[in-house]
């Protein structure tokens, strides 16, 4: 055999696997010592043996096997993990063991088996023994069958489940071999010792003579049950009780465990469901209608017969139902009557729980039916009442047994007495509750005194059932009516009843006792379990925490049977006016009394306050009320004219009321008297007291009823208001428990009717109150009412919307009448439902009408007609009927099965028009829609698997609108619901689970029929569908809140292994997010008082577990704290977290070396999931959080899987808490942080989004900071889902991705994310493609070619695609992004771009044509588009149209564009190397961040002549020479450093920012050197403002910043504007635009609040003061005055601050003070045009309905202002508005010049020229616009285009100041370009011919743009700009972009295309401004680095705002002398 030292030394699991059997041998033996030892069944080296276990027992050695079934028993006995090997190591057993020669082996294998299900694996060992039984060895099934004898005799039959067992037994009796069949008999007893009978049905089809050997062992077995001898792990307590019992051999619990196995098994439950809808005849139908009685019998014989069958197969048994009760209910013949209600008892009973849908419809019939005196009908028709009550619940009966309760026909009202007897004695008190028992008592106490006396005794049978079963405590109050000799008659009868079952009634014990000395309400009832727990819980809860809110002292069980004499009081006679003076003689001083009716009123106050001493002083007990207020009513009584005596008495009234034992006698004594004072104003505040004093002693809803019927008797309108105030105060006070609506309804109706103002006024204030407690139901009571009425109900209904109602203050004082104080309980019982049902009393107020009489045949028949149009029409008459009644009573006929039958309509149209009718249906019912639930409801969820989404969207709706009426109960019970779920149709499926899983959470209690949805539930989850797969997994932790944990395993361990372990997984994770169940309101917190029951009813219906959340601190605790565990008591949740806040102080994540190099590993091997998905399924979740659990803290992990969103943000709170300083740590985790992350991008909350975004800032920047780089293992699993975000609709959300993918490059290379924007640019968003494209793009501009990844040209011929596609933006990005290629690689991009559509071509030829640089250098330039839009703005308009920057979307992303570029550049720079950036560049840049000090820092300029230099420009006049190069370079150099500092002053650093504007300041500080900032100052104050709102969103809100350098940089930023303000020349060159943006800017800082709370804040608010007065004074005023102008019209805007808008107004007052001095320097054209465009957006109207008239007083303090400065002149000064007859301007200011008498002289005043000439300009308008209409259509015509642009360039030229706007607005793109175009062409030829003539060029090409300059100063310059566009045309020049160095003061020299069209002055756009300006910023870093460069493509401008070369000149010199003593 070999040397045994091979495997000696082995360790011992590697020996229980050896080959070589002894090795095995002795390894189990060591295995099984080892076992034994082991003492922590969860220690890890169990582990070890898992896989090993079922070797051991099917070992091929005998011997080996026997040793290896010990140790395997011992492992089990053992191990905590063992129960995974339960169903491989039993499957080895079954094959391997039981088939052993060997007893001891089958001994084992036995011992092995049941130790399983000892460690609760009963399910598995049961399925792999029955599995046993179809083996073919007998051996096997024999030993198979003993050990499930055994394991029946041992652990009883609740464990192990007998209806698989017994199926299969009739089975093995057939067996050939004998020893099966004897071991199949002992198996049979030992069933039958444990369900008796219940076995005899299925074993009826074995042999007779087995059989008959059955019967005898049977009857020798002992009749006392067999007790559970060995116990699960989990019932220990049970065992010690066992062992106990034993020990002293005592049986105690017989007679309970007795009970308890007899109800174990139901014979139905074992028998096997018989399918006999198909088998019924085919003639049926016809037969039972046929005339004679002898086929209608035949046909019901065959039915008989079918039916005869125990267990019935489901199935539609509607036909069949209703042909049994047309037979019933209408057949003459009794002896078929008979028959057919046999065949309906047999239905019911072989279908139970599913023939709960048609007992609605048979009830009524049947008991219709009882009128039938002969016994043996009556005998049928009771079994088939009964057995079809089995199947359904007393209350969806109620309405039918209460409607025949009235029948005149004496039987009916016996028979139905005698049914609710019988049914009672099937109830408990749960099922019986008072609300439902309530209406029984109330009917059946009519018939206790009807005449006939069989109904008398069948009415005190069943109230004395109903005793016997709810107790008499519960019934008592419903009895107090009734005399004592038929009292005791009901007790007599309660002794008498036998109860179902033989069991004792839950308050059987209380009869005996009497009444008044009932127990406290905590002892009620002494047994109880289950269900009737709640009442008595909630009771002692409440009287334990004090008064309740109800103000019961107790429950009000015990306190009503207490208070039995005190009640009687209530009901007190009237007594007479003798009595009541003799009674209050007794109390009250003689005094008193005789002064009462005194003719004094001094001497009528004395008496009382006498009266009142006496009342306070008087003792309970002894006070005579009705007496007392008997004596305040005597004369003069309520006509009392005094006001003092009258407030007095009233005051006693109240205290009577509080203090005395007031009835209602005694309050109706006083009532009419105080309701007459209740609207005196002196006396009306004491009558509202007395009335709320007599509320609270007899009941508001009593009171209530009282006093609004008195008022409204009476015609005093004060009264009828006040009364209605008092009670809609009152309703707030007492609640809204018990008052009877319909009571008030036509009152309150007759107040809105009213004339008197006050009246309708109240009444809506009480329909506001009422609002609050009965929710939309009120509405539908006043919907009659006139439209304006109407609004003002619904107004005020608005106003309520969302609120609560408050807790009720007051409460009854006593018990109240008994009926009252069970009106609150029952409200409690009923609003304790959850799901909606806690409406009813609410709903139950409204009038309701039956329909059931309009419901008729031909209409049913319509509704099923085979025509879809009479279909259609039975519909309509439906529905007609339906709103016609408004609200119904459940009674309607046969039309649930008519509307059944169209829900499964071919028609969809019809199907949704059902649904529609449905909806109506639930609002017209209410709650008595319960009844319908099976027949109509089910249905409805059917439809949810319909294929049109629309008719699963309605189906959808009308569940929930049915849902909400009945609750959720009446659903859940059956097999109904778990049907559907079984129907393998994807789309129900899925449905019906989102809507489970939505409802579960909300309810208390389900019942337990939701069990059977479970298995669907499993099946479900495996569907191929992925939706059904997300449903299921989603509904799972709500069915688990409900069914338990256990439960729900043990019914995974029916499905197949494979399955069932994956569902087991997802057990376990459901688990973990398993919701809370709410808590019952009673228990957590004493209840919401009476308002809550009504509450339910509001249209919001909350779930239960919201109701009670606010009422006391505790409920919330267990709210919070019961997250994951399930009914955890409050105190354990409190601490739970205390210990959790302990855990949280340690470190959140934990470093493992090398954990993140491992997680790489798995992944590449595959062993992990590749972290790729769509949307993200459960696996991935759960392998993520594995992979966190070793290295997340434990409660963080918790935090970040739970299913409350809050949770995350908390969770991501404290990550970013963390991250700096658990930095190391994050980013050893940070593949598992980014996965989390990807998987909170597919959550749609954005409130979790934002702060996901805010923390991946954070941590990239952190990332970069430490030089970390991603690696493609981390990228790969975040980027994708990152780019998912960039499509987000809220921008917000895409700035904050954009701002991500910027920092992405830092810390991952650019080439590495070009890849993953690609597959971006394939998405399906328009939005994410456009982003892509745009992010694309900007990676080119910033890192050139070599980011094209694989290949430039394959990149680029995806990118050209989506030049075509269908989305503007999409197109536009991009074009924008072949552009930045195009001006990187230049005409090369044609080759890489591949053939594209000529329309495609066109588009981007266009663009690059308008957009692109014409020469290409370094590779990072930004993209042309944003220069290009200073030129040619996309709107031509846009100048003029000044809008806020917000306005348009284009400009904005223009600028996020150059943000993005700028942020890239900064990326690049950064970075040590890069392959794509030529080393020189670097170097330069470089030096210049390492010396930050000096002002410029210039290359090395010697080499310049500077005599060439100043050569071309010396002659003035127009020579044409060559410019040198070199000029360009030089001016560049200075330009671009100014530049760089400037950049660096809107750098996000504060450092660097403060660093750059110290450089500025020291410029601007020196006036010598001051000027170099001239053409930068727009540029300048643009990074100003940026700064200024980066410091405003982002640097105040970030707490870790110090506020100190905060304020350090304010004060650079304020300090450096004001010396730039200090410089009028610098000042006024800023534009309108920059202007707007920097006022925002500093005013918002003005009011920023949180500047003011900063040490020294105050100081920088004064500053900035002082600074804004500095800019209005300084400034151009023209731009100033736009600029406040345009700021006024956008602060104007509801959202915006006032004081903004103030302060603005300020500064325009501050500028119009300054007006006599600047008018004659200001473009008052301009200035009008921007009040013109003020007055269009804010009219005179408009500004009216402002709060303040502030702004409409400033602007005609303006107009007036420059009125009165420029006279009628003003009016000369309209130019640049169009349609100027239409302007409310030129209209104001007629009016204003006419006032100041101006416009009378102005005829004879204005005689010259100019005047005339512009009068008839005016006149000859009409001609204008004749000419221009005619020179555009020959444009548009192919022959004489040529002609007619001619045409249009010479009127141009003659009259330019002409708009040819409107006729362009309406032209295509296309059109408008080529208009353009042929100008140009036509100005360039003239330009040609021109050139000697050079005083013709001027005026076509020298427009003058500055505005102080005139034209013989501007001609040297035009001259200077002649040399520039020749040196264009000779491709010297590149045309596309302005000169860097140049001056911002004029827009451009050459006028861009618009100018040509439209020649009104330009101002340019804040917007325009800011991306031309950033475009520079970033080029100049460029420019800076090149000192020498040959092909500069960067022409410059000379100065041209000076007056003439000559300054040029001289300026040039002068930089040039500073420039070399500088470098020397």
Same mark, same amino acid.
């Given at each position: ?239 010690? @009780? ?56 035949? +046909?019901?014989?065959?039915? *008989? +017969? ?18 049994? $009760? ?31 849908? #048609? ?96 109904? /008398? ?91 309740? $809110? ?155 009823? =009282? ?43 007759? +107040? ?195 294929? $049109?989404?629309?008719? /699963? ?91 338990? #944990? ?335 290629? #195009? ?30 640089? $014409? ?66 560049? =670097? ?10 000090? /000096? ?63 110290? =450089? ?31 410091? #405003? ?102 959202? +915006? ?49 402002? @709060? ?101 360039? *010479? ?94 003061? *004029? ?25 031309? @300006? ?51």
């Amino acid at each position: 055999m070999g040397d045994d030292s091979e495997w000696i030394k082995l360790p011992i699991d590697q020996k229980c696997e050896h080959k070589v059997w002894k090795a095995r041998l002795n390894g189990y033996e060591e295995a099984l010592k080892l076992f034994q030892k082991i003492g922590d069944e969860k220690s890890p080296e169990w582990g070890k043996y898992l896989g090993l276990i079922k070797k051991f027992v099917t070992d091929s050695n005998a011997v080996a096997q026997l040793k290896g079934l010990e140790a395997a028993l011992a492992f089990i006995e053992n191990a905590h993990v063992a129960g995974k090997t339960a169903g491989e190591v039993v499957s080895g057993v079954v094959t391997k063991v039981f088939n052993q020669p060997k007893a001891r082996a089958k001994e084992l294998g036995t011992d092995i088996c049941l130790m399983y299900i000892e460690i609760e694996k009963a399910e598995v060992v049961q399925d792999e023994l029955l599995k046993g039984l179809d083996n073919k060895n007998p051996k096997i099934v024999v030993s198979c069958i003993e050990t499930l004898r055994k394991a029946l005799s041992e652990f009883g039959s609740k464990i192990i489940t007998l209806k698989p067992i017994v199926k299969i037994l009739s089975k093995q009796f057939e067996s050939r071999e004998k020893a099966v069949r004897d071991e199949s008999k002992l198996l049979a007893v030992e069933i039958y010792k444990w369900i008796r009978d219940a076995l005899r049905p299925p074993l009826q089809n074995i042999n007779s003579v087995q059989l008959k050997e059955l019967e005898e062992e049977w009857v020798k077995l002992p009749s006392s049950p067999p007790k559970q001898t060995r116990f699960l792990r989990s019932q220990q307590d049970l065992k010690a @009780k066992f062992e106990q019992q034993q020990a002293h051999a005592g049986d105690q619990s017989d007679g309970e465990d007795e009970e308890e196995t007899v109800a174990a098994v139901d014979p139905y439950e074992l028998l096997e469901a018989v399918e006999i809808l198909s088998k019924i005849p085919k003639d049926f139908y016809d037969k039972i209608e046929a005339k004679k009685w002898q086929e209608r019998k035949e +046909a019901l014989e065959a039915i *008989e +017969a079918l039916t005869k069958n125990p267990k019935l197969e489901n199935g539609d048994y509607g036909d069949l139902v209703r042909a049994l $009760k047309k037979v019933v209910g209408k057949d003459a013949n009794v002896m078929l009557v008979t028959v057919a209600a046999k065949c309906l008892a047999a239905l019911a009973s072989g279908l139970r729980k599913k023939f709960g849908t #048609y007992a609605g419809q048979v009830v009524p019939t049947v008991l219709e039916k009882f009128k039938e005196k002969k016994p043996q009908v009556v005998q049928a028709l009771q079994e088939a009442i009964d057995a079809i009550f089995l199947t359904t619940t007393l209350q969806n009966l109620s309405e039918d047994i209460l409607a025949v309760m009235d029948n005149k026909n004496p039987s009916i009202k016996q028979q139905a007495s005698l049914f609710l007897a019988r049914s009672f004695r099937h109830c408990t008190q749960a099922t019986l509750p008072k609300s439902v028992l309530k209406p029984f008592c109330a009917a059946l106490i009519k018939q206790v005194n009807d005449s006939a006396p069989e109904v /008398r005794d069948a009415a005190f049978e069943a109230l004395g059932t109903a005793m016997k079963v709810v107790g008499e405590k519960a019934v008592n109050p419903f009895l107090s009516d009734l005399d004592k000799l038929k009292l005791d008659k009901i007790k007599e009868s309660a002794d008498k009843v036998e109860l179902a079952g033989g069991k004792k009634a839950a308050g059987g014990g209380l009869e005996k006792k009497p009444a008044a000395k009932a127990p406290p309400a905590a002892e009620v009832p002494p047994k109880s379990s289950g269900p009737p727990r709640k009442t008595q819980t909630g009771a002692a809860s409440k009287s334990s925490a004090g008064p309740s $809110k109800k103000g019961k002292p107790t429950c009000a069980v015990a306190g009503k049977t207490k208070k039995t004499p005190e009640s009687r009081e209530f009901t007190e006679t009237e007594l007479s006016v003798e009595v009541c003076e003799e009674r209050a003689a007794g109390v009250l001083p003689a005094s008193c009394l005789q002064l009462l009716d005194s003719a004094n009123w001094k001497e009528r106050l004395a008496s009382m306050e006498e009266f009142l001493r006496a009342v306070e002083t008087m003792d309970k007990a002894e006070m005579p009320c009705q007496a007392l207020v008997r004596m305040l009513a005597k004369k003069p009584g309520w006509k009392e004219t005094n006001f003092q005596v009258m407030q007095m008495k009233l005051q006693i009234v109240a205290l009577v009321a509080q203090r005395g034992q007031f009835s209602k006698t005694s309050a109706s004594v006083v009532l009419d008297g105080l309701v007459d004072k209740v609207g005196d104003i002196k006396c009306g505040g004491k009558a509202k007291e007395g009335l709320t004093a007599i509320g609270e002693a007899c009941s508001l809803p009593w009171t209530a009823e =009282q006093v609004v019927s008195l008022a409204f008797a009476q015609k005093n309108p004060k009264n009828q208001a006040e009364t209605l105030n008092w009670l809609a105060n009152a309703m707030k006070e007492f609640g809204f428990a018990g008052i009877n609506v319909k009571g008030f309804i036509s009152n309150v109706k007759t +107040a809105l009717g009213a004339t008197n103002p006050a009246i309708r006024t109240s009444a809506i204030t009480l329909l506001g109150v009422m609002y609050l407690y009965m929710g939309a139901p009120l509405r539908m009571f006043f919907e009659d009412e006139k439209p304006a009425l109407l609004s003002q109900i619904d107004a005020e209904f608005e106003k309520m919307q969302g609120q609560s109602p408050p807790a009720p203050i007051r409460s009854i004082k006593k018990s109240g009448t008994v009926e009252e104080g069970d009106e609150g309980e029952e409200q409690e019982e009923d609003g304790g439902g959850g799901g909606g049902g806690g409406g009813q009393d609410i709903m139950d107020l409204l009038p309701r009408t039956d329909i059931g009489d309009k419901i008729t045949s031909d209409l049913v028949s319509k509704i099923g007609d085979k025509n879809w149009k009479i279909r259609k029409e039975g519909l309509d008459e439906a529905a007609a009927i339906i709103s016609e009644a408004k609200f119904i009573t459940a009674n309607i006929g046969d039309l649930p099965m008519a509307l059944k039958g169209r829900l499964g309509d071919s028609n969809k149209i019809l199907v949704q028009q059902a649904l529609t009718l449905l909806q109506q249906l639930s609002t017209a019912m209410g709650p008595g829609l319960k009844q319908h639930v099976k027949a109509l409801g089910i249905p409805i969820v059917t439809v949810l698997g319909d294929s $049109k989404p629309n008719v /699963r969207a309605a189906a959808m709706t009308t569940l929930q609108a049915w849902v909400e009426q009945t609750g959720m109960k009446e659903w859940l019970e059956g097999e109904d619901l778990s049907e559907e779920l079984k129907k393998e149709n994807p789309f129900l499926r899925q449905e019906l689970l989102g809507w489970l899983a939505e409802k579960l959470p909300t309810l208390r209690a389900v019942p337990g029929d939701l069990m059977l949805c479970v298995p669907h539930l499993y099946a479900c989850l495996e569907d191929r569908n992925g939706d059904v797969r997300k449903k299921a997994q989603d509904a799972l932790p709500t069915f688990m809140m409900h069914l338990g #944990y256990d439960k729900m395993e043990k019914a995974a361990g029916k499905l197949k292994a494979a399955s069932k372990d994956q569902v087991l997984a997802m057990l376990e994770k459901a688990r973990a997010v398993m919701p809370a169940k709410p808590a019952a309101p009673a228990k957590s917190g004493g209840g919401k008082g009476s308002a809550e029951p009504s509450r339910a009813a509001s249209a919001s219906r909350q779930p239960a577990s919201e109701d009670f959340v606010d009422n006391k601190p505790e409920a919330k605790k267990v709210r919070g704290g019961v997250a994951g565990k399930k009914g955890a008591a409050g105190k354990k949740p409190a601490a739970k977290s205390q210990k959790d806040d302990e855990d949280r102080s340690g470190p959140i994540f934990i470093l493992i070396a090398n954990a993140k190099e491992q997680r790489i590993k798995e992944e590449k091997q595959l062993k992990i999931l590749k972290w790729n998905f769509t949307t993200p399924r459960d696996e991935y979740l759960e392998q993520l959080k594995t992979q966190m659990s070793t290295c997340f803290a434990k409660w963080l992990q918790d935090e970040l899987f739970h299913f409350d969103f809050q949770r995350h943000v908390k969770a991501i709170g404290v990550m970013i808490e963390r991250l700096e300083s658990e930095s190391d740590a994050t980013i050893g985790c940070l593949d598992l942080i980014l996965k989390w992350f990807t998987l909170r991008f597919f959550d749609t909350n954005t409130t979790v989004l934002m702060k996901v975004l805010e923390y991946l800032k954070l941590l990239f920047a952190m990332l970069n900071r430490e030089n970390y780089h991603l690696t493609e293992y981390e990228a790969n699993s975040f980027v994708p889902y990152l780019i998912l975000k960039v499509g987000e609709p809220k921008d917000v959300v895409r700035k904050d991705v954009r701002a991500i993918l910027a920092m992405l490059c830092k810390v991952y290379p650019a080439s590495k994310v070009f890849p993953f924007l690609m597959d971006g640019t394939k998405s399906k968003n328009s939005k994410q493609r456009a982003e892509c494209l745009e992010e694309l793009g900007c990676l080119i501009e910033g890192y050139g070619m070599n980011v094209c990844q694989p290949t430039p040209a394959k990149s680029l011929k995806e990118i050209a695609v989506h030049i075509g596609d269908r989305d503007t933006s999409v197109r536009n990005a991009a074009l924008n992004t072949v552009v930045a290629v #195009y001006n990187v690689c230049g005409d090369q991009v044609y080759k890489l771009i591949g053939n594209l559509s000529e329309k495609d071509m066109s588009m981007l030829e266009e663009r690059i044509k308008r957009s692109a640089k $014409k020469t290409v250098a370094a590779p990072a330039k930004p993209s042309a588009t944003e220069r290009s839009q200073k030129e040619h703005p996309t709107n031509p308009n846009a100048t003029f149209l000044r809008k806020p920057l917000q306005d348009d979307p284009n400009k904005l992303k223009l600028m996020y564009r150059t943000y993005r570029i700028q942020a890239r550049q900064n990326a690049q720079h950064s970075e040590s190397s890069h392959p794509s950036i030529p080393k020189e560049f =670097q170097l330069d840049l470089d030096m210049i961040e390492m010396d930050q000090n /000096r002002v410029c820092e210039l290359p090395d300029l010697v080499q310049h002549k500077l005599d060439e230099l100043l050569e071309p420009i010396m002659i003035p006049e127009p020579k044409m020479r060559a410019i040198s190069p070199h000029f360009d370079d030089l001016h560049n150099s200075t330009a671009s450093t100014i530049n760089f500092v400037i950049s660096q002053v809107a750098s996000g650093d504060i450092n660097n920012s403060i660093q750059a504007l110290a =450089q500025i300041d020291e410029v601007l500080r020196q006036e010598d050197k001051a000027e170099v900032m001239s053409g930068h100052i727009d540029q300048f104050l643009i990074a100003t403002f940026m700064q200024l709102r980066l410091i #405003y969103s982002t640097h105040m809100a970030d707490d870790r910043l110090d506020k100190r350098d905060i304020l350090k940089l304010y004060s650079c930023i304020i300090g450096n504007m004001l010396s730039l303000f200090a410089m009028e020349s610098l000042a006024r060159e800023a534009s309108m635009g920059v202007l707007k943006d920097l006022m925002h800017g500093l005013i918002t800082l003005m009011l920023d609040a949180r500047v003011e709370d900063i040490e020294d804040g105050q100081q920088v608010i004064r500053s900035v003061n002082l600074l804004v007065t500095r800019v209005l004074e300084k400034s151009d005023q023209t731009n100033m005055i736009s600029t406040l102008l345009v700021l006024l019209q956008d602060s104007l805007v509801p959202t +915006a601050p006032t004081m903004f808008s103030e302060l603005i107004m300020k500064c325009l007052w501050r500028m119009i003070r300054f007006l006599p001095e600047t008018i004659d320097s200001i473009n008052l054209d301009r200035i009008l045009l921007d009040v013109h465009n003020f007055m269009k957006v804010c009219p005179k109207e408009k500004l009216k309905q402002l @709060k303040g008239d502030v702004p409409h007083r400033t602007l005609k303090t303006l107009l007036h202002t420059l009125c009165k400065l420029k006279g009628a002149e003003i009016l000369d000064h309209l130019s640049m508005i169009e349609n100027r007859n239409e302007s409310e301007l030129e209209a104001h200011l007629r009016r204003v010049v006419k006032h100041s008498g101006n416009l009378s002289g102005l005829k004879s005043d204005r005689g010259n020229e100019k005047t005339g000439l512009r009068t008839e300009d005016r006149m000859s308008k009409a001609k204008v616009s004749d000419l221009l209409s005619e020179i555009f259509k020959k444009i548009g015509s192919k022959e004489n285009a040529k002609e007619g642009l001619t045409e249009l360039y *010479e009127y141009k030229q003659k009259y330019s100041d002409a708009d040819l706007k409107p006729y362009l607005k309406n032209t295509s793109q296309f059109f408008q370009s080529y208009v353009e175009r042929g100008l140009r062409m036509i100005e360039s030829e003239r330009e040609g011919k021109a050139r000697t003539q050079t005083s013709a060029v001027i005026p076509q090409h020298g427009v003058d743009f500055s505005l102080s300059s005139s034209n013989e100063e501007v001609k040297p310059a035009v001259y200077y700009e002649r040399l520039k566009i020749l040196r264009q045309r000779q491709g010297l020049e590149n045309t596309s972009r302005q000169g860097v160095g140049g001056s911002e003061d *004029e827009p451009q020299q050459r006028p861009p295309i618009s100018s040509l069209l439209s020649s009104k002055p330009s101002v340019a756009s804040s917007t325009d401004m800011l991306q031309s @300006k950033l475009s520079q910023l970033k080029e100049s870093r460029e420019l800076y680095q090149q000192e020498h460069n040959a092909h500069s493509h960067s022409p410059t401008r000379t100065h041209t705002r000076s007056a003439s070369p000559a300054a040029n000149l001289d300026d040039l010199k002068k930089r040039l002398e500073r420039i070399k003593s500088k470098r020397q």
